[in-house]
């Protein structure tokens, strides 16, 4: 158990160093968003493709405080792939007309499609296809 008089800010940044290693992504690849909602934090994790610059939401977690929600996180990056199915989604942008195909891990592929559109307006794509890759 830690001491009550660990730096919160040191803390975080440690758990985030550690979310960022387990996903194999750094920099401006991966944005940790904080929300205070209803006496809450709340913490999207959100991925930013290299190739199409385009942004979605990896994952959302609820959490008393900064701390308590960056830990919540770390374990959903440490077991998603065991419990969450993969989803490939191929779509259009409105901007750019070329056919991209993006993956999610989701329950179903309502939740795949909330990621691929979050923070947007839903007219700004145009989904093609929704597939549940078998699982290996």
């Known amino acids: 158990m830690e001491s009550k008089n660990t730096d919160v800010h040191v803390e975080s940044a440690r758990i985030q160093k550690q979310i960022?290693?387990?996903?194999?992504?750094?920099?401006?690849?991966?944005?940790?968003?904080?929300?205070?909602?209803?006496?809450?934090?709340?913490?999207?994790?959100i991925t930013v493709n290299p190739r199409h610059h385009q942004s979605f939401?990896?994952?959302?977690?609820?959490?008393?405080?900064?701390?308590?929600?960056?830990?919540?996180?770390?374990?959903?990056?440490?077991?998603?792939?065991?419990e969450e199915g993969s989803y490939t989604v191929q779509w259009i942008s409105r901007d750019n007309k070329e056919l991209n195909t993006s993956y999610f891990r989701a329950r179903n592929m309502y939740e795949a499609l909330d990621k691929l559109y979050y923070g947007r307006d839903m007219n700004t794509i145009t989904v093609f296809s929704v597939v549940l890759n078998p699982v290996s």
């Open 20 to 45: 960022e290693n387990h996903l194999g992504i750094s920099g401006n690849s991966l944005l940790f968003e904080f929300r205070h909602i209803d006496n809450k934090e709340r913490l999207d994790l």
């Open 57 to 82: 939401l990896f994952h959302s977690e609820v959490g008393y405080d900064r701390v308590d929600v960056l830990r919540k996180m770390l374990a959903y990056v440490q077991n998603y792939r065991d």
